[in-house]
C-alpha cells in the first residue's frame, strides 16, 4: 500500500546541522499530511513536525526556530532540515504519513548529537 523509507540520520556534534528525508512510494493520495515523529526509550513517542499537501506546518515550541519541514509533492518525499541540533534532540525519528487509507510509518532513522 504504502511504503516509507526514511535517510540522513547519524552522528553530530551539538550546534551542528543535519538533514533527514523520506520519500514515499504505494498508493499516495492527493490529501495527506506527512511528518516526523522521534521517540528515545521509555519516553513516548512525540511530534516534531508536520506539513499537509497544502503546505500548512505544525512544530511544537521546542523545535520551532530551530527546524523546518519541507515537501516535495512531485517526488513523495518530505525533508527535515535541523540546525542548531542538541543534546536533547537525540531519537529515532520516524516519517509518518496519514491520509484517508491510513497511517503508515516507516522504520525510522537514528539521530544522535553527542560531543
Known amino acids: 500500500q504504502v511504503q516509507l523509507v526514511e535517510s540522513g540520520g547519524g552522528l553530530v556534534q551539538p550546534g551542528g546541522s543535519l538533514r533527514l528525508a523520506c520519500a514515499a512510494s504505494?498508493?499516495?493520495?492527493?490529501?495527506?499530511?506527512m511528518g516526523w515523529y522521534r521517540q528515545t526509550p521509555g519516553k513516548q513517542r512525540e511530534l516534531v513536525a508536520s506539513i499537509t499537501s497544502g503546505d500548512n506546518t505544525n512544530l511544537p515550541d521546542s523545535v520551532k526556530g530551530r527546524f523546518t519541514i519541507s515537501r516535495d509533492n512531485a517526488k513523495n518525499t518530505v525533508y527535515l532540515q535541523m540546525n542548531g541540533l542538541k543534546p536533547e534532540d537525540t531519537a529515532v525519528y520516524y516519517c509518518?504519513?496519514?491520509?484517508?487509507?491510513?497511517?503508515?510509518w516507516g522504520k525510522g532513522t537514528l539521530v544522535t548529537v553527542s560531543s
Open positions: 504505494g498508493t499516495i493520495f492527493n490529501r495527506n499530511v
Open positions: 509518518n504519513l496519514r491520509q484517508d487509507s491510513g497511517n503508515y
